[in-house]
Structures are given as C-alpha cells and as structure tokens.
Nanobody, 123 residues
Framework: QVQLEESGGGLVQPGESLRLSCVVSGLSLEWYALGWFRQAPGKEREAVSC????????YYLDSVKGRFTISRDNTKGTVTLQMNSLKPEDTAVYYCAVNYFYCSHYVADINYWGKGTLVTVSS
C-alpha cells in the first residue's frame, strides 16, 4: 500500500522560512518523480515544484523560483521543499505528489497524493 505523509506546515510571518517533508512508502522511488502542489482557498490546485526520478532536473512555479528548493532522498523515501522568504500569497494547503517516471503540472497526471499540510503566511 502506497502512503504519503507530509509534515512541516504551520503559521509563519512574511519573510520567514518553512521546510516541508513528505515520506513515501510502498514504492520504489527510483522510478517516480516527486513534487509539491498547493491549493489556496477558492483556487485550483497548482503545481509548485517537481524533481525527476534521478534528481537531475527540477521545476518550479515562476512565483516561487529563487525562494523554494526541492530535494529528494530515495534511500530515505523523502522529498523536501525548503521555502524561504515566504509571502502571504504562498498561503495554501501543500500536497505531496508522486508521478510515475516524469514531472507533470497536471493534477490529472498524478498517481499518488498526500493528505496535505497547511502553510499560513501572515503578520
């Protein structure tokens, strides 16, 4: 059984940092792209970042480039999103996403989802 468990969300002030982690079990991660999506209230779910199975390519939403960094550790079964210089518009539920072989920004392409972790950026 595939399980994804996110952690690291919380309430921070603008300009602060958070580190999201997702532990994936039940899969051989060397075949899967790992990523993060987010969904703000009243908005559609959007792709934030993705890292390819061999970690040779990363993708970022334009609005987070230079502030967020994605990484993975296949031996530990984890994907991490380091979020710096957070802004109020980053407020959303963040979802860990697993997709076979390639990164996709389409929700319909994702094979497995986590339950989400809430990030709130507010002064």
């Amino acid at each position: 059984q595939v399980q994804l468990e996110e952690s690291g969300g919380g309430l921070v002030q603008p300009g602060e940092s958070l580190r999201l982690s997702c532990v994936v079990s039940g899969l051989s991660l060397e075949w899967y792209a790992l990523g993060w999506f987010r969904q703000a209230p009243g908005k559609e779910r959007e792709a934030v970042s993705c890292i390819t199975p061999k970690a040779d390519t990363t993708y970022y939403l334009d609005s987070v480039k230079g502030r967020f960094t994605i990484s993975r550790d296949n031996t530990k079964g984890t994907v991490t999103l380091q979020m710096n210089s957070l802004k109020p518009e980053d407020t959303a539920v963040y979802y860990c996403a697993v997709n076979y072989f390639y990164c996709s920004h389409y929700v319909a392409d994702i094979n497995y989802w986590g339950k989400g972790t809430l990030v709130t950026v507010s002064s």
